[in-house]
């Protein structure tokens, strides 16, 4: 061998050799380390699931690395994202939260500390078509059948501002739907509410809704976004405004993104290179396949610099069209909704109670009276019937007095 080539040999070796000796260090930092993974919202459904699936599976190719999933729920995602993003970062805070905080920031929502197009973005474990669900049971078989006069159609829906809510509204919109929305019914509480009679419908991601539909409890009567899935109809071909086709290719626009995984900003390239490489890995490996095809999860990854562009790609959307979303998501609810919550105080009269809201924060109430709809175990009854310890279902008017609309107590 020539002594030139040699030496050129030696030179590209050297190069080489800084980047991969950085790389190795990046990797030896997490060794002993502990990753907080934060879920933006409370445990038990889909965005809990895949965090604690994707943080298992990825400590399987970080030797040495423990993982804490930690659940930070709050106004609609935003309190979580918020701690996400101003985590140091080192590499050792990440987390997951709720695609509609993209419409919340287009928006400008109050108290979001985030700008999502610097996040550091690892991946994503899904896409998710929205589906419109209704109960088995019941007898509606079109999105266009909520459009009749009369007592509105009790739809349910997470938190204000979730991407449940938001686009439950965009839907609404978009086909002059006679929807009324009631916040605070989670995926899981919407369908067991529809079970009981008290909602007729609920917009949610496909993940989250097929063992729903599967186990002959719901019927899916609307899609958007995704391919055609057993003969549902796509919204994109009904009949609607120009107005409406904006709404609903603005949602179909956000069904490729679901089940993110993201950083703060400026985590070292080298270090969220690690991160990137185990997350991928971790989502191609037989294992965690397995356990979400055992769950019935759907799983469609995209990793690093892709995600990241969707996502940016995602806030490209005209004046006309951030305008109208505005106008869309300005409507306030007139009540808000906690399944299941448990009475922690009730005075002798009944008149106030106190209970915990989805959100994990103390609500003290004053029950009317007169306006006030108290039901205990099924029966009609008055505030004087109300004690300490019992669950109810709680609708309510957020604001000074936080009155109970309805209280349905067990």
């Not at 050792?92 to 993209?102: D, P, Q, R, V």
């Not at 703060?264 to 191609?284: G, S």
Request: charged fraction near 20%; include cysteine.
């Amino acid at each position: 061998m020539k002594a030139g080539r040699i030496a050129v040999i030696w030179a590209l070796g050297a190069l080489a050799l800084p980047g991969a000796a950085k790389a190795a260090d990046e990797a030896a930092f997490f060794k002993g380390k502990t990753i907080t993974y934060i879920v933006a919202t409370t445990n038990g459904g889909g965005y809990d699931f895949y965090a604690r699936m994707v943080s298992r599976h990825m400590a399987r190719f970080l030797p040495g690395t423990t993982f804490t999933v930690v659940n930070r729920p709050g106004a609609g995602h935003v309190v979580g994202t918020n701690l996400i993003y101003i985590a140091k970062p080192n590499g050792l805070t990440i987390g997951t939260f709720n695609t509609g905080l993209i419409y919340a920031q287009l928006v400008g929502k109050k108290g979001i500390k985030f700008d999502l197009r610097n996040m550091s973005w690892v991946g994503k474990a899904a896409s998710d078509p929205r589906m419109v669900v209704t109960g088995a049971q019941l007898p509606y078989k079109s999105i266009l059948d909520f459009r009749k006069p009369g007592t509105p159609f009790r739809f349910g829906a997470s938190g204000i501002g979730s991407a449940a809510y938001s686009e439950t509204i965009m839907l609404t919109r978009a086909f002059d739907l006679n929807v009324r929305i009631i916040p605070g019914y989670g995926g899981s509480h919407s369908q067991l509410a529809i079970m009981r009679g008290e909602l007729v419908g609920m917009m949610g991601g496909e993940s989250s809704v097929q063992g729903f539909i599967k186990g002959g409890k719901g019927r899916a009567i609307l899609q958007i976004g995704g391919k055609p899935e057993g003969g549902v109809p796509l919204a994109r071909d009904l009949p609607a405004s120009p107005e409406g086709k904006a709404l609903i290719a603005l949602i179909s626009s956000q069904a490729e993104l679901a089940r993110f995984t993201a950083g703060p900003p400026n985590i070292p390239p080298a270090r969220l290179a690690v991160l990137r490489k185990a997350y991928k890995q971790a989502l191609e490996s037989k294992e965690f396949n397995e356990q979400a095809a055992k769950a019935d999860k759907p799983v469609d990854p995209g990793f690093g610099d892709n995600v990241e562009e969707v996502v940016k790609a995602a806030f490209d959307q005209t004046p006309a069209t951030i305008a109208l979303l505005k106008d869309v998501l300005g409507r306030k609810a007139d009540s808000t909704s906690v399944p299941g919550a448990k009475l922690a105080y009730v005075s002798d009269d009944g008149r106030v109670i106190k209970f915990t809201d989805s959100e994990g924060k103390t609500v003290e109430a004053k029950v009317s009276g007169a306006r006030t709809k108290i039901e205990v175990a099924g029966k009609p009854a008055s505030r004087k019937a109300l004690k300490a310890g019992m669950t109810c279902d709680v609708a309510y008017v957020p604001g000074k007095n936080n009155e109970p609309k309805t209280l349905d107590c067990r």
